[in-house]
């Protein structure tokens, strides 16, 4: 191994910027970036994702359309590349067979553990590990579903400028404009999206992405049931909308729902699905990256229970006042993120509204 020099950091910043909008296409497999480039020309040759549905994988895509033209370049690359049989070729073969003499890595892969570096430096490529903050947080679904069996969690939520999440009796007040397309492009770069039975029942959010050139992109639709079970009314058990509806159960809980509709049953207490089950079990659904958008109550037992990697809090312009659902029973909601760990990581104008990103400080690789 050797240094990184501020060109490789370009290439490894540009692939990353290439790979996410390709996030929630590659379950179950992460949305991988390579760029394969002509070092003396600072050139880019070829570049390839993942493509949708995990395979082919993109350092195999990238060097197949590199042809010929690989010898002798350098492979940027987001993820340790795989040396296993999988259900496709090992990516460490390709780059020995296609001459590439330098391969950059953004992040480790915990399934190949290092043991991909080890070859491709006993081919005699020399090979870089990055330990690139923006790779692994590219990976970081990828990561933790492989170290901690269970995805990378988002939780979105919109407060007015007086921290309220709504009116009482009245659901959440809607939110539009470049506030709703930030929204609707979290929600495609996600396997899933998850609320509460209770904002299933009060708001009957359909959960789709409507954006134009986003066709298709909406994620697997979860609705995590209490004791109460769920509405067999709202649009996301009852509706017909084509996209995918899976309700997480606890395991004694009676659920009334179409067959077109699957249960998912996890432990629990008192009707309420355990939260880390339901984690667990989404994660082996091949959920890498998982948006939750929580009313009040499930907001305050993920913040509780640990299980919120990033939580995305959007401001709007307008108040609300007395009759307003407050965004945490504990207090503002900035103090109780605060609490639970969570530090300010950036933020932007979305047009009258604003967004806040708190973050996890890193625990991964
Ligand atoms: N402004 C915004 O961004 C948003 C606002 N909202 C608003 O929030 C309100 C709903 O919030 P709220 O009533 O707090 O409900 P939530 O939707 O936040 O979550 C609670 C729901 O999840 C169920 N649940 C199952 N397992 C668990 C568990 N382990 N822990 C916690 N809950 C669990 C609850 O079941 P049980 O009933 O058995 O407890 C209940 O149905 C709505 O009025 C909606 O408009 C909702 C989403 C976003
Ligand atoms: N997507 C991706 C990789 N993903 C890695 O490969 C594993 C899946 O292998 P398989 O079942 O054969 O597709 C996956 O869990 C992850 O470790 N690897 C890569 O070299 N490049 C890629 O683009
Ligand atoms: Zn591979």
């Given at each position: 191994m050797s240094g990184l020099s501020a060109e490789d950091r370009r290439w490894l910043d540009a692939a990353v910027r290439y790979a996410a909008p390709f996030a929630g296409t590659t379950a179950d497999n992460p949305a991988v970036a390579a760029l394969v480039v002509d070092p003396r020309m600072q050139a880019l040759v070829a570049r390839a994702v993942t493509a949708k549905g995990g395979r082919p994988h993109a350092e195999a895509e990238a060097i197949a359309k590199a042809g010929f033209e690989a010898a002798g370049c350098t492979l940027y690359v987001t993820l340790e590349p795989c040396h296993h049989w999988g259900r496709t070729p090992p990516c460490v073969d390709a780059i020995i067979r296609a001459g590439i003499m330098r391969v950059v890595i953004g992040a480790t892969d915990p399934k190949s553990a290092g043991g991909s570096m080890a070859q491709l430096e006993s081919a005699g490529i020399e090979t870089v590990l990055a330990r690139h903050a923006p790779s692994q947080a590219l990976h970081a679904g990828h990561i933790l579903r492989h170290l901690a069996n269970r995805p990378f969690v988002t939780a979105m939520l919109a407060v007015s400028a007086?921290?309220?999440?709504?009116r009482q009796g009245e659901g959440r007040a809607p939110v539009e404009g470049p506030a709703r397309t930030w929204i609707e492009i979290l929600r495609a770069r996600s396997d899933a999206v998850l609320v509460g039975a209770a904002t299933a029942r009060a708001d009957n959010p359909a959960l789709t992405v409507t954006l134009p050139g986003l066709p298709g992109r909406t994620p697997l639709r979860v609705v995590l049931a209490g004791a109460s079970g769920v509405d067999r009314k709202v649009n996301l058990i009852?509706?017909?909308?084509?996209y995918r509806t899976v309700i997480i159960a606890e395991t004694s809980t009676s659920i009334d729902a179409p067959v077109s509709v699957e249960t998912m049953r996890v432990t629990g207490k008192a009707g309420r699905p355990d939260l880390a089950a339901t984690l667990t079990s989404l994660a082996e659904r091949h959920i890498q990256n998982l948006l939750v958008e929580p009313g009040q109550r499930l907001a305050a037992a993920l913040l509780e229970a640990d299980l919120v990697d990033r939580f995305a809090l959007i401001t709007r312009a307008e108040t609300i006042g007395a009759d307003g659902v407050p965004a945490s029973a504990d207090g503002p909601i900035a103090d109780v993120l605060a609490a639970a760990g969570l530090v300010e990581a950036g933020g932007q104008a979305l047009g009258d509204d604003h967004l806040t990103l708190y973050e996890r400080p890193a625990r991964t690789d």
């Open positions: 007086d921290g309220m999440i709504g009852g509706g017909f909308s084509g």
